[in-house]
Nanobody, 123 residues
Framework: QVQLVESGGGLVQAGGSLRLSCAAS????????MGWFRQAPGKEREFVAA????????YYSDSVKGRFTISRDNAKNTVYLQMNSLKPEDTAVYYC????????????????WGQGTQVTVSS
């Protein structure tokens, strides 16, 4: 089992920044690729970013590429999502997820999920 707890969400004005954190406990964190997903009201959950076990490879959706950065600290069992130049359309509940071994953009391949943290971007 891997337990994931997100933090860092909140209310921010358009153009602002937030950094989300996801703390993991349980099994060996460095054995898991990590991903961030989000779900806006009335919409399906969508892929945002993913990172490999070592942190050497990262993947982004087109909607956040160049604005968001995913990173991880395996010594702290934590993955981060730095969000810059936020837009109202980034408003959503953000979830982190863990997938054993290789990263993927496919939601259904992730093994463990956090409870989510709300991000609201005002115009």
């Amino acid at each position: 089992q891997v337990q994931l707890v997100e933090s860092g969400g909140g209310l921010v004005q358009a153009g602002g920044s937030l950094r989300l954190s996801c703390a993991a406990s349980g099994r060996i964190f460095s054995a898991y690729a990590m991903g961030w997903f989000r779900q806006a009201p009335g919409k399906e959950r969508e892929f945002v970013a993913a990172i490999s076990r070592s942190g050497g490879s990262t993947y982004y959706s087109d909607s956040v590429k160049g604005r968001f950065t995913i990173s991880r600290d395996n010594a702290k069992n934590t993955v981060y999502l730095q969000m810059n130049s936020l837009k109202p359309e980034d408003t959503a509940v953000y979830y982190c997820a863990a997938k054993y071994w290789e990263p993927t953009i496919r939601e259904y391949e992730y093994d463990y999920w956090g409870q989510g943290t709300q991000v609201t971007v005002s115009s």
